[in-house]
Structure formats: structure tokens, C-alpha cells
């Protein structure tokens, strides 16, 4: 059975309803619970088999309307016409459509292979308490009425109902968010608690920082909390990505522009084509759809969805270098969209490592320096160098009084004692003595204090809650003396504390006193009084600190129009403190405040919020859900368990290699190897460099296919041939037009992308003013085709194609430097493109003028008079084009709008 709110229940009641007691459960009831429960692992989310994987790169117009193509060819080769060309066609599309599908399946299956699974989020080995004897066992083999034994390092293997705790507290930041270990107890909880505030609970997935204790298991598997996290994560709908919206949208209109001029040209053929009422209505159907399928050849860019896949192949390369694992190959161009970062605070904006950064001493305040477990720093006051001497008696404390351990390899325990040791280390403490007795730190008593013997005299070394460890103290270290506390003294103490809190740092107090032997035996026999009388030393003020480039980083993303969101598990204090230390602006709301909203009550505030503290999963999905109704493209960065589900639900989730769970991993688009947050500015110029490249030859791909459509529509028209065969028009789309777009693809990103809004990279590929531009270059580039094709017509057909098929080839060519040149991108400064448009002039050279060549596409050699005429014309057309433009006060820099 199921208990529901076990923190609001007594221990003994959650005993007798699991039906066992502190001595445990009995091996055989172990093993029937474990049959009817099932083992303590998370069902790892369901694989795609590689079949559904292959064919899930099937799924874009594009690719769809080419097999619509190749069928239409085999229909009509096997209809009647039995020309063996036809079949080449075929056979070329075909080869177009497994090479691109194949580049996607092979990055996706690389991208799946790279992540682990889900598995190693639980531990491996758990004590348990059964028939009395404590015993180590695999965490699958837990059950619900098990009781554990909790100590310092282990992993909670379920959700777990605490019924011992000895200074017990847990590291929930992987669940919660919360940076600072949290203090458990066994008493009973009243009223509706969300996870960080169930304190008598541990949840799978966490770790206890330090202390011990004992627990009863509640839940395991994937009805722990963490289990149903990642059944969020796995029923998460994820919404097309803005390039593939938008490659469907080219892939709809091209569809729609073939059915059209298609069904011109069969009325035409079949009812007014005067050269063909020879023949019978048969024979004027076989040759309509033959000339149907030409235009639909040149209507289709077949290249492109081959191009776009191998340019977003190539950036995850790129990307790859720079420490980010794309998972899924579109969300590259998906960063350079991007407008809004939604990030998780603890380990993403900040370190994840606590550190002391302000002390007071003896009536003053003294900052120190470094961040994290370094231990490298110096203390000052009012920005000058102090020797830490001074304070030597609080570091000293802060560095006994700890249960914490910290070398260059390891740092264990927790993060609040870490800190300590950081800061008696950047003081060069290094004092060791022995320590005789402990008195441990509860979550109700609020501080720990420690025994040492120094020879004769034992030192009671105390730290905890400045306000209890004040109320412990009669005495005050002033000037190395010790005079009675007064009630001013604590009145200035307090409100140096109550000034630690607003900055959101985290304040301990420190207190000590020394003892003879006999005082000590005495003041032994009652606990209490080793922490009473004690004198005050001082305070520690410490803080998660942002990670080092963190400012910088969203100065930056500020500058491009995009936007940082914080979304947290902390307080709101903390948030706001370190929110303004990263440069982070806004209004903060809490967890609580938001569940009180209706959707369009947040909604109507969502633009105004940037700080978001202590919330839950599906908080985090609200707010991804409601800004991506506000038309946003949101980025969501997280590494805990409970960014996972809204990871998934974002535009592109992001989550860090090394700090991230396996969860957020498995729920990522994109992970950063390196846990750098400085990484995802590279992805975002890389993402944008990708959009502008794919703008490029999406621009150049459909200029030249409008100028082919043109010259066979207007030619067959004209002349009633088609100037242009559908070999022909294959053979320029794949490999004529296909090798320059595809280096293209890899031209740098213009200098200073990030400069622009995301806007930009939000819009249309194609919108009026780019599908004015094509249609004015293919209109040109027909003049020019057709008015070569007219010169030669007397010649023969195959004389007058040869001459059609090298000048469109030509023309194609300086249409691609006419789009380069309105980016600031130097001739040179892509070496593939030079050698692609070598290339791909040298291969049309061999067609033009070497015979043997020359026969496989059934044209004659091209004469000198009509390669001089295609030069000139190459230059004429170049000019023309651009003073149209000039005309017509079309903008060269960029097809969409200008911030």
C-alpha cells in the first residue's frame, strides 16, 4: 500500500500500516514484498528501436515530396516509357533521400549512445535492518517496510519516513534546489509541506551531507518521488523545433507551386500543345507526366533537406569541441532562436560550493576573498590586506568544530563545514588537537560543540545560529580580552547578523570557553552546561557564490536581446542576492505565490518576473509553458533531477556533463561537457551562424530552382521542348547546386551575430522581400537561358540543351556569390566554398566539351561563340540584377527585419 503524507503521520502508526517494526522485515516477507512491489529501479524510459529512429528522419515535406517524385518516375517508366534515363532519375533522388536520412539517424543514434541511462541515479549498495541484524544488500532488492541505516556519504535509495535522525542533514539539491544541506528530525508535520519542507522525510536520489540515522521506507522505484519525476519527464510532448516549422513551411508552399504549374503543363500538353496532336490521348498523357516530372525535378531542391542535415551535422562537430553534446541534431539552429534562458540557480548561475565571504571580528567587518573550495585568498578591511592572525581564535573554531574533510582530491561533508576549512586554510590554520568529546548539531538545538584537550586545559569549541550561540554567552572577546557581554554588545552583534541575512549569506556564530580537568568532569555530568558561559568570538558569513563569467556572460546575452530567467529551490532573499550579483533584473515570485495564480493571472505577469524562488517541477513547467505562449523560444539549463521534466517541455533544454543527474541528461537537447555556462554563448553563436548559413542557401537553392522552373515552364511554352531534361535538372540540383550549398554551410558566422536581436532568427526563411529577390534573379536568369537556347535551336535539340544546361549551371554560380557578398564574409574565408565552385566548373567543363561525357546526358559539345555568350551574359546579369535591387531600394545587408 501506498501512504499518503506519511510526514503528517506518527511513527508507530506508519509502522503498523506497513505492517513492520524497528527490528525490520523478515527475509521472507522481504522477498514477497519484493515480488509484489518489484525491484527499486527507476523503468528506464522506452528505447526507439533503431527501425523507428530511421524512419523518424522520414518526417519533413521535403523528403516526402521526393518520394512522391521517384514514384511518379517509376509509374511512368513502367507505364509505357521505358527510356533508361528514367530510372537513373529515380535512382539519383533515391541515393538523395538515403544519404540524408542516414546523416540524421547516425547523429541522433552517436548523440543516444553518448548519455547514459537513468540507472545510475540510485545507489548501489544500502544497509538495512532485517530480523534484527543490520546487513548490506543492492538497492533493488529494497522494499517498502524496510528500514535503512543513513550515514555521512550514502545515497537515499527511496523515499524514506525518518525515525532516528542524529544531526542528520541531507543534500536535497539534486531534488529541490536547495544549495544548503537541510537538517532533518523525527517529529510528526502539520498542514500541506511541499518537498523542501518535509523534514522528517529523505527522498531517492539525495545524499546525506552528514550526521546519521534510521528511516522506514515508504515508496521505491518509480513511485518515489524521483520515479515520478522522470514518468513526467517521459510523458513530456515535445514541440517541433523552429527550423524543422520552418522547413515544413518551404516543403508545404514548394508542394503547393508544384501541384499548380504540374497541372498547367498536363492541360497544356494534353489539350493545346499543337506539336503533339499527332499523337494519341495515351501517348499525350505519358509525355504531360514526363514533362510534369521534369518541372517537379526542378521544382524540388532536392539538396536541400540533404544540405541542412549535413550543416547542422558539421555544427554539432564544431560544437562538440567547445564541450556541447548535441543530443538532437535541430536543436543546434534551435540556440541561434533563442531568447529567453530559463536557469536553475545552485550549481548552473553559482558554483555549488559554499564560501565564507565576510567575517566579523571584535567590532569590525572583514571580507575575504576567492570563491568556492579554492583555497587561495586573502582577507582585508575596507579593501586592505589584514593579516588573518588577528581572527585566528574563529578560524580555529570554524576548523575543529567540523566533521567535514577537504583535500586537493576530495571534499566530504558538508558544504557549510567545507567552507570553514576553506577559510582556515586561505588563513593558513593548521592547528590539531585532540578531540575528546562531541556534542552534535540538531536541527532543533541549532549548533555543535566540540572538546579539546590542549595538556591540562579543555577547550569547548562551539558553533552554530549566532542568535542561540549568543544566548549561550556571558563574555565577549574584545582586544584579546574578555569582559561581560552587555546588552549593547548583542544588540550590535544582531544587527551585524540581521545585515549577513540581507545579503543573502549564510551566518554562523562561534563561541569558546576553557576549562580545567576538574571543571570539565564536573560540567560533564550535564551536557548543557559545557555550552553555557561561553564567550562570543565572532561571525562567518558565507554564500553559494556565481560562478566566475557568469556577470559577464548574461551582460552579454543582454547586449543580443536574450533574456536570463532565474528558477530556484532557494529563498527568495538568497535568490534576489545573488540575482543582482549576476546582473539578473526583475521581480521575484515564490512557489507559493505562484500556485495561487490562475494561468492567465500569470500569464499577464510572466513577462515581468526574472526570479523565481522556491518552486517545484511543474512549477518549472508553468513558467516554460507560459512563455512559450507569449511566442517566446525558451532555453531551459538545469542539472538536478527536478529540471528534468522542464528540460524536456523547452525549446531546447540544456543540462551540465559533469554536476547534471542522469535524469536531466536523459531529458536534455544539449549537454555541456564542461558544466561552463560561458558554453552556451558559443552554442548561441553557433546556432545563429547555422540560421543565417541555412538562410543563404535555402535563398540560393530556391533562386536557382525558380530560374529552372522558369526556363522549362516558359520554354516548353515557347518552343513546346523542354530546354532543360529531368536528368538535366537533377544532375544541377544535386551536384552543380548541391556541393556549393553545402560548403555554404560552413561558411563562419558574420562578425558580430551576437549583436542581433533574436528576432532575426525567429522570422521566416523565406519571407516578401527575399521572395521578390528570387523571383527577379530566376526571371533574369530565363531571359538569359532561353535566349541562348533560341540562338541554338536551329542547331538540333541536343545543340541547344548543351548550351541551356552550362549557362544555368554558370549563372547558378554567380547567384551564390551575389548572397555571400551582402555578409561580411571575405571571399576567401571559406576554403570548401572556392573548392566546391572549382569543382563543380570543372565537372561542367568535362560535360560541355568532352563527348564521351557529353553523350550520357544526350547533348552535343558546347561551340566557342556560346561559352563567350555565357560569360558575357554571367556579367551582364550580375550587374542588371543588382541595379534592379538598387531600383527597387531592396535591402543587400539582411532578408529579415533590422533591429
Known amino acids: 500500500m501506498q501512504l499518503q503524507n506519511p510526514y503528517s503521520q506518527p511513527i508507530e502508526s506508519i509502522l503498523e500500516k506497513l505492517n513492520t517494526t524497528e527490528s525490520g522485515l523478515s527475509n521472507d516477507e522481504a522477498e514477497k514484498r519484493l515480488k509484489e512491489y518489484g525491484l527499486n529501479q527507476l523503468k528506464p524510459p522506452k528505447k526507439a528501436s533503431l527501425i523507428s529512429l530511421y524512419l523518424k528522419q522520414f518526417k519533413n515535406t521535403l523528403t516526402i515530396i521526393l518520394l512522391a517524385a521517384t514514384f511518379l518516375i517509376f509509374f511512368i517508366y513502367f507505364l509505357g516509357d521505358r527510356d533508361a534515363s528514367n530510372l537513373i532519375e529515380a535512382g539519383l533522388i533515391l541515393a538523395i533521400i538515403l544519404m540524408t536520412t542516414i546523416l540524421g539517424f547516425v547523429q541522433e543514434f552517436k548523440a543516444e549512445k553518448a548519455i547514459e541511462a537513468l540507472k545510475k541515479i540510485l545507489a548501489y549498495k544500502t544497509k538495512v535492518v532485517r530480523q534484527g541484524k543490520t546487513q548490506e544488500i543492492d538497492v533493488k532488492y529494497l522494499v517498502p517496510g524496510d528500514i535503512v541505516v543513513l550515514e555521512e556519504g550514502a545515497k537515499i535509495p527511496g ?80 514541440d517541433q523545433t523552429p527550423i524543422q516549422k520552418r522547413l515544413d513551411e518551404v516543403g508545404k508552399m514548394i508542394g ?86 530559463c536557469s536553475d540557480k545552485t550549481g548552473t548561475l553559482t558554483r555549488g560550493e559554499m564560501t565564507v565571504r565576510n567575517i566579523y571580528y571584535d567590532g569590525l567587518n572583514y571580507e575575504v576573498s576567492g570563491v568556492g573550495y579554492e583555497t587561495s585568498g586573502e582577507f582585508s578591511l575596507r579593501n586592505k590586506k589584514v593579516n588573518p592572525n588577528i581572527f585566528k581564535l574563529l578560524l580555529e573554531i570554524g576548523l575543529l568544530c567540523n566533521n567535514a574533510s577537504l583535500s586537493s582530491e576530495n571534499k566530504i561533508g558538508d558544504p557549510t563545514e567545507i567552507a570553514l576549512l576553506v577559510s582556515a586554510k586561505k588563513g593558513e590554520v593548521n592547528t590539531n588537537l585532540d578531540r575528546v568529546h562531541e556534542i552534535p548539531f540538531t536541527s532543533e538545538r541549532k549548533l555543535m560543540s566540540i572538546v579539546l584537550r590542549d595538556r591540562e586545559t579543555y577547550l569547548i569549541y562551539t558553533k552554530g545560529a549566532p542568535e542561540i550561540i549568543l544566548a549561550k554567552c556571558s563574555y565577549v572577546l574584545k582586544k584579546e580580552k574578555e569582559p561581560t557581554i552587555t546588552r549593547e554588545d548583542r544588540k550590535n552583534i544582531l544587527k551585524i547578523n540581521e545585515e549577513m541575512s540581507s545579503k543573502a549569506l549564510r551566518s554562523l556564530g562561534f563561541g569558546y570557553k576553557k576549562l580545567t580537568e576538574a571543571e570539565y568532569k564536573e560540567q560533564l555530568k550535564d551536557e548543557k552546561n559545557l555550552e553555557k558561559d561561553l564567550t562570543f568570538v565572532g561571525i562567518q558569513g558565507m554564500i553559494d557564490p556565481p560562478r566566475a563569467e557568469v556577470k559577464s556572460l548574461i551582460e552579454n546575452l543582454d547586449n543580443s536581446g536574450i533574456r536570463v530567467i532565474m528558477i530556484t529551490g532557494d529563498h527568495s532573499l538568497t535568490a534576489q542576492a545573488v540575482a543582482k550579483d549576476v546582473g539578473i533584473t526583475g521581480s521575484t515570485l515564490t512557489g507559493d505565490d505562484l500556485d495561487k495564480m490562475t494561468d492567465q493571472e500569470f500569464e ?227 576554403v570548401w566554398l572556392v573548392l566546391a565552385v572549382f569543382v563543380t566548373v570543372a565537372i561542367q567543363a568535362l560535360i560541355a566539351y568532352v563527348p564521351f561525357v557529353s553523350n550520357l546526358f544526350k547533348i552535343e559539345n558546347l561551340r566557342l561563340f556560346e561559352s563567350i555568350y555565357i560569360i558575357l551574359s554571367c556579367f551582364v546579369l550580375w550587374i542588371v540584377f543588382k541595379s534592379i535591387l538598387r531600383l527597387l531600394s531592396l535591402t543587400y545587408k539582411y532578408h529579415l527585419p533590422q533591429t
Open 604 to 830: 499577464d505577469k510572466v513577462e515581468n518576473i526574472s526570479i523565481y524562488a522556491r518552486v517545484n517541477p511543474s512549477v518549472k513547467m508553468r513558467i516554460v509553458d507560459a512563455l512559450k505562449k507569449k511566442g517566446h523560444i525558451v532555453a531551459m539549463t538545469g542539472d538536478g533531477v527536478n529540471d528534468a521534466p522542464a528540460l524536456k517541455r523547452a525549446d531546447i533544454g540544456i543540462a551540465m556533463g559533469i554536476s547534471g543527474t542522469d535524469v536531466a541528461k536523459e531529458a536534455s537537447d544539449m549537454v555541456l561537457l564542461d558544466d561552463h555556462f560561458s558554453t552556451i554563448v558559443s552554442a548561441i553563436e553557433e546556432g545563429r551562424g547555422i540560421f543565417q548559413n541555412i538562410s543563404k542557401f535555402v535563398n540560393y537553392l530556391l533562386s536557382c530552382n525558380i530560374g529552372e522552373v522558369l526556363v522549362v515552364f516558359i520554354g516548353l511554352m515557347i518552343f513546346q521542348k523542354l530546354p532543360l531534361t529531368a536528368t538535366m535538372l537533377l544532375w544541377i540540383n544535386v551536384v552543380t547546386d548541391g556541393l556549393p550549398a553545402v560548403a555554404l554551410g560552413l561558411d563562419p558566422p558574420e562578425k558580430g551575430i551576437l549583436n542581433h536581436s533574436p528576432k532575426l532568427f525567429q522570422g521566416k526563411i523565406i519571407n516578401k522581400k527575399l521572395l521578390a529577390e528570387m523571383f527577379i534573379y530566376g526571371l533574369l536568369m530565363t531571359i538569359a537561358v532561353l535566349g541562348i537556347f533560341s540562338i541554338s535551336i536551329n542547331e538540333g535539340t541536343s545543340q541547344a540543351r548543351a548550351s541551356a544546361f552550362t549557362a544555368i549551371v554558370m549563372l547558378e554560380l554567380i547567384m551564390l556569390y551575389i548572397i555571400r557578398s551582402r555578409f561580411k564574409t571575405s571571399f576567401f574565408s571559406n
Open 159 to 238: 523515499d524514506i519516513r525518518i525515525i532516528k535522525a542524529f544531526s542528520l542533514r541531507v543534500n536535497e539539491a539534486p531534488l529541490t534546489g536547495e544549495s544548503n544541506p537541510v537538517g532533518k528530525e523525527v517529529n510528526v508535520l502539520t498542514g500541506n509541506k511541499q518537498i523542501a519542507d518535509q523534514k522528517n522525510m529523505v527522498f531517492s536520489g539525495t545524499s546525506v551531507a552528514s550526521g546519521r540515522g534510521m528511516g522506514i521506507v515508504i515508496t521505491t522505484g518509480n513511485q518515489t518521488i524521483i520515479g515520478k519525476i522522470a514518468r513526467d519527464v517521459s510523458e513530456t510532448k515535445e
Open 256 to 341: 503547393y507551386i508544384i501541384l499548380g504549374i504540374c497541372l498547367l503543363v498536363f492541360v497544356f500538353i494534353v489539350f493545346l500543345a499543337k506539336d503533339f496532336n499527332t499523337l494519341s490521348l495515351t501517348q499525350r498523357i505519358i509525355h504531360s507526366f514526363i514533362a510534369s516530372v521534369a518541372l517537379a525535378v526542378a521544382a524540388v531542391p532536392e539538396g536541400l533537406a540533404a544540405v541542412v542535415t549535413i550543416s547542422l551535422a558539421f555544427g554539432t562537430q564544431r560544437m562538440l569541441k567547445k564541450n556541447a553534446l548535441i543530443r538532437k541534431l535541430n536543436s543546434v539552429e534551435t540556440l541561434g532562436s533563442t531568447d529567453i534562458i
